[in-house]
């Protein structure tokens, strides 16, 4: 079944002259206090209006942030990825890709993927895997403007090398690329062809990092939008929340097919518009252009946890801005960054003043203004110390450069410190943060490292985290499976004051401790292997007879009083040589001495250990 997006996608809903002038003289007038005279060139959209955002306002940074000095890339940086190790991955077509250093802002050549034919990384989408590697998936036949192409790599931030997996079914140009909450890898949208009509990559595909391998999902033929916002949901499913019309895609399902949700609400079907996932559920989209009214300055978002989910008109931002990258800070905010009021080539368009978005007021404040342009093809990612990083963007500014950007609670004094913590934990345990700092953390938050590319981030993610205070400790709980996806994240201590620590990395898996092909945040007998690898008599894998959420193969407390000991024996006696279920800990269909050897390693001891109870 394929399911038509165009040309929905290219649909405006007109509107009157007067609210296009009322929209150009309020624009302008906003903007006065923030502007100075320039010499824009002839016949542009924006010649004589801007520059937007200069001069900035002249507030103290704690109130504004600050931004660093302009520093010199060697292209634009069209496509930016953090990676564990703490470097940022960029490049423009990854011939050849380079590191950026945060720590001392420098950048590096980079080893160059080996590519089979004369292609390219640019327009390519990308995420980081449970693993930590980084999947980089179709972009562009080189020379031959918006051709797609199928191939795929992955990076290794440890070693700094790129391996070949899998080429996908489809060759895709400007194709998301989502990691889902399992660790697999979906691909949908993404041009094969140009022309007119250009030919879409009509069915997504999932990539299996166990097997190495693609498969597409012949049940979900859908003509998207190209980079369509596409995230990973609690439920298991994947939405794809524009441009465009809104739709579910249950992956997890045989045969999996997209589900309309919702409707489009800017007038253009959303050219030119952002979003995020700025909390679990939560969907934040800004900007957007119409070929009637410009760009504008609308903000919506979306709960994807309402029986009935819409869109929502938010405050709008206080510059009508497209092409803008949104940011998850480490406070929970959201930063937008860059941007123009018309033209997204047009440098005379850009807007230079950031604004941050409260998601609890839902209310955008304008910070410091940049130095360069960041319009269309420009990325901006947070580094695990806090900062921002923007670079890239067309125009005669901007481009090969990048800017460093303070947000405020970098200014609020002495900042938290993680002395110590794990690089892993499991979904649904706890774990130890040692810190002097301890009594003064208001709160902790996990974000998810960015992987950004046309002003778009799908694997963005925040989450604040549950915590105990101890001396010279934190007890902190790991997030549930449903909430996030496997893999690395930066973890942070945020004090009393607002001021946030440097963040640490740590991972975030599914573990299979008794490698029974369950893993252990679901497994209700992680030390005695009961799921479907071990091949049992009746097939009974997490036989839980008596219900109590612990595994029979965990389970010798056949009298329910919650220890194990001679009661269950002279229970466990009685049955032996029989079918019964509970004594038969093995799950094999009869009592034997086999049940008894584990019965005997349980005794004296409570049920367990196991998953968590139901």
């Not at 913590?421 to 996990?446: E, Q």
């Not at 205070?469 to 496997?486: D, H, S, Y």
């Not at 056949?558 to 009661?567: E, F, Y």
Request: net charge negative; with cysteine.
């Amino acid at each position: 079944m394929i399911i038509s997006e165009y040309p929905p996608f290219f649909e405006t809903k007109k509107l009157n002259l007067f609210k296009v002038i009322l929209i150009l003289l309020l624009s302008t007038l906003l903007l006065f206090s923030y502007t100075k005279p320039v010499s824009a060139a002839n016949g542009t959209a924006c010649a004589g209006l801007g520059p937007f955002g200069l001069p900035g306002l002249d507030l103290p940074p704690e109130q504004i942030g600050e931004w660093g000095e302009v520093l010199t890339f060697p292209v634009p940086a069209i496509h930016s990825i953090v990676l564990s190790s703490g470097k940022v991955l960029f490049w423009l077509n990854a011939l050849p890709p380079y590191l950026f250093d945060p720590l001392t802002e420098t950048y590096e050549v980079a080893q160059s993927p080996a590519f089979d034919t004369s292609v390219d990384f640019f327009c390519a989408g990308h995420a980081t895997m449970a693993d930590g590697r980084v999947m980089v998936a179709g972009g562009t036949v080189t020379g031959a403007g918006t051709t797609g192409i199928p191939d795929a790599f992955i990076f290794d931030p440890v070693t700094e090398t790129w391996e070949k997996t899998a080429s996908m079914a489809e060759s895709r140009w400007y194709p998301t690329i989502t990691t889902l909450l399992d660790g697999r890898i979906l691909s949908t949208s993404g041009r094969i062809i140009p022309g007119s009509p250009s030919i879409n990559a009509l069915f997504p595909e999932i990539y299996d990092p166990e097997l190495g391998t693609w498969t597409t999902l012949t049940s979900a033929g859908r003509n998207q939008p190209l980079y369509p916002f596409t995230y990973a949901l609690p439920d298991g499913t994947a939405v794809d929340s524009g441009p465009g019309n809104v739709y579910t895609l249950d992956v997890a399902s045989e045969e999996p097919i997209w589900t309309r949700i919702t409707n489009i609400i800017f007038t253009s079907g959303g050219a030119g518009e952002s979003s995020a996932m700025y909390k679990i559920n939560q969907i934040l989209k800004i900007g957007s252009v119409d070929s009637v009214t410009g760009d504008l300055d609308r903000a919506l978002v979306l709960d994807m946890s309402q029986p009935s989910p819409a869109w929502r008109e938010i405050p709008p931002m206080n510059f009508p801005r497209r092409r803008a990258d949104i940011v998850l800070l480490a406070n929970g905010k959201a930063m937008v960054t860059g941007g123009a009021i018309a033209t997204q080539n047009d440098h005379d368009c850009a807007v230079y003043a950031s604004e941050i978005w409260d998601p609890e007021t839902e209310e955008f404040t304008v910070v410091a203004s940049q130095d360069q342009a960041r319009i269309y093809h420009s990325t901006s990612v947070l580094l695990p110390d806090g900062r921002i990083l923007t670079s890239g963007g067309e125009g005669v500014s901007g481009g090969k450069t990048a800017e460093i950007y303070s947000p405020p609670y970098l200014f609020k004094g002495v900042r938290p410190v993680i002395s110590n913590m794990p690089t892993a934990a499991n979904y649904g345990t706890s774990f130890t943060v040692d810190t002097a700092d301890a009594p003064d953390i208001a709160s902790i938050s996990l974000l998810r490292p960015a992987a950004i590319t046309h002003n778009f981030d799908e694997n963005q993610r925040f989450l604040s985290l549950d915590f105990t205070v101890g001396e010279g400790q934190l007890t902190v709980t790991a997030p549930a499976a449903e909430n996030t996806p496997p893999g690395d994240y930066m973890l942070f201590l945020i004090n009393t004051n607002g001021a946030v620590s440097v963040a640490k990395f740590i991972r975030l898996t599914a573990i299979d401790t008794d490698l029974d092909g369950i893993f252990d945040h679901e497994d209700n007998c992680t030390l005695a292997a009961n799921g479907p690898l071990i091949l049992d008599a009746g097939g009974n894998s997490q036989l839980d007879t008596d219900n109590d959420g612990f595994g029979n193969m965990c389970d010798a407390d056949l009298n329910n009083d919650n220890i194990v000991n001679s009661l269950d024996l002279g229970l466990f006696k009685i049955r032996f040589s029989t079918t019964d279920a509970d004594a038969d800990i093995n799950g094999d269909g009869i009592v034997n001495s086999l049940d008894l050897g584990l019965f005997k390693s349980l005794f004296f001891k409570p049920p367990g250990p196991s998953g968590p109870l139901p």
